[in-house]
């Protein structure tokens, strides 16, 4: 029995380069649609919320001299070529989805609508849920929360390049320790960083957990998903 019926899995755009500088490695796309295969086989209802960071990202394009909106709707469409990518690796490897946009653009995408969402993960499809919230000034992680409490997940995944939340940076400080659980609360109070805080708050105000885990590791969904002692629970 897998640990959570229904999911929101966050995937970052920046961990599809792979070891590129810029776009998506197709072996790290192959490897994320085999690991989503594997806990969709369990039986698991799966939406995805997918970034764009590996494409675009429109508050590094104002440095540039971009405007701030239109830098954004900039990566909204990078996250949508993100899922796109997804969609084709998951048909690839024999998993049913479907893509779902937030701004309107058929036939790239059906609309998305929550409904529609939920009755493809009814259906045995992959939901895969693009353009963020549709709106500038927003991230995918904001997205993911925002979709994830819709679709009433059971729990947030939030795959990182990291295995877990830390007492600090792990990449900068080698005496940093993993938590295995813990509170919004604690998050705050320690000044942490698992997402952006209107994400982090969006999740706490309306009951949804995050589990944060090193998605890069093969194997590592399907390990979550069986209850292993992986990753980083964040709850009430
Ligand atoms: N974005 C946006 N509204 C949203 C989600 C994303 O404007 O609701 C834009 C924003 O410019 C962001 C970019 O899309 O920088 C890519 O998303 P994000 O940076 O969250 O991607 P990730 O860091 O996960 O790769």
Not at 7 to 25: A, C, R, T, W
Not at 68 to 91: C, E, F, H, P
Not at 212 to 229: A, S, T, Y
Request: hydrophobic fraction near 40%; aromatic fraction near 6%; charge should be neutral.
């Amino acid at each position: 029995m897998a640990r959570f019926k229904r999911i929101l899995l966050k995937l970052s755009g920046e961990s599809l380069m792979g070891e590129q500088k810029y776009g998506i490695d197709e072996k790290r796309l192959a490897e994320y649609a085999m690991q989503i295969k594997e806990v969709h086989d369990m039986g698991v209802q799966i939406g995805i919320v997918i970034g764009g960071g590996n494409i675009f990202r429109g508050l590094k394009g104002t440095g540039k001299g971009f405007d701030r909106v239109k830098g954004d709707q900039m990566g909204m469409l990078a996250t949508t070529i993100n899922g796109l990518g997804l969609s084709s690796a998951l048909t690839s490897a024999g998993c049913p989805s479907v893509v779902l946009t937030a701004i309107r653009m058929e036939p790239i995408g059906e609309f998305y609508s929550k409904w529609k969402a939920i009755q493809a993960m009814e259906e045995g499809k992959v939901a895969i849920l693009v353009g963020g919230t549709g709106s500038p000034y927003f991230t995918t992680d904001t997205g993911s929360s925002l979709r994830g409490i819709e679709i009433e997940a059971d729990v947030m995944l939030k795959g990182t390049r990291v295995d877990g939340v830390y007492t600090a940076d792990p990449e900068k400080d080698p005496t940093a320790t993993k938590f295995d659980e813990i509170t919004f609360d604690e998050i705050y109070n320690k000044g942490l960083k698992v997402m952006d805080l209107t994400a982090t708050t969006m999740c706490k105000e309306n009951g949804l957990p995050i589990y944060v885990f090193n998605m890069d590791v093969v194997g590592n969904l399907k390990k979550v998903m069986n209850g292993e002692k992986i990753g980083t629970l964040v709850h009430d």
